[in-house]
């Protein structure tokens, strides 16, 4: 009896329209996921970029070092 139940499930589970059905589900979570992951990275480089102006408006006699290794990727 085991073996009838693990033999229908295997077949069940293995069925073309719900093998197509979980890769369409999985690329739309796929998408979401990568379309979340742009949207974060533009907000990320909005964000640096106000940041590089403020650092360049600042009156510190430092100020184009910082942002000279801001250019560069480094931490300041």
């Known amino acids: 009896m085991e073996e009838r139940v693990l033999s229908g499930l295997k077949q069940r589970l293995l069925a073309p329209d719900l093998l197509a059905q979980f890769a369409e589900e999985n ?8 379309d979340g992951a742009c949207q974060d990275r533009q907000k990320a480089e909005h964000s640096l970029k106000k940041l590089k102006s403020r ?22």
């Open 27 to 34: 690329r739309k979570a796929f998408n979401d996921a990568a």
């Open 55 to 76: 650092i360049a408006k600042h009156p510190d006699r430092n100020r184009g070092r910082h942002v000279h290794r801001l250019n560069e990727g480094q931490d300041v």
